[in-house]
């Protein structure tokens, strides 16, 4: 069974960065694709970013690219994501997840998801 732990959220102030980490217990981090998504109050959950299993390939939302990246240690069952020139719209509740069975870019094809950590960005 998959158990992901997300830390790293927090307050910063607009242009400043964050980095997140995702813990995976699972037995098969190694050999499944990893991504993060986020929701903002009243809005949908959307997609980040996201990792293939052997980290050489990565996918981002057009609103993140060149300011986020997205990266794995296999070695350690965890993935992050580093957060740089923040903007206010980038607060939400970030959410890492595993074993996609479909489309990456879809909430409903990711099968195993964290608890979330709050990120907030003030202007």
């Known amino acids: 069974q998959v158990q992901l732990v997300e830390s790293g959220g927090g307050l910063v102030q607009a242009g400043g960065s964050l980095r997140l980490s995702c813990a995976d217990s699972?037995?098969?981090?190694?050999?499944?694709?990893m991504g993060w998504f986020r929701q903002a109050p009243g809005k949908e959950r959307e997609f980040v970013a996201a990792i293939s299993w052997s980290g050489g390939s990565t996918f981002y939302a057009d609103s993140v690219k060149g300011r986020f990246t997205i990266s794995r240690d296999n070695a350690k069952n965890t993935v992050y994501l580093q957060m740089n020139s923040l903007k206010p719209e980038d607060t939400a509740v970030y959410y890492c997840?595993?074993?996609?069975?479909?489309?990456?870019?879809?909430?409903?094809?990711?099968?195993?998801w964290g608890q979330g950590t709050q990120v907030t960005v003030s202007s």
């Open positions: 699972g037995r098969t981090f190694s050999s499944e694709p």
């Open positions: 997840a595993a074993d996609p069975e479909g489309d990456y870019y879809l909430p409903d094809d990711w099968e195993a």
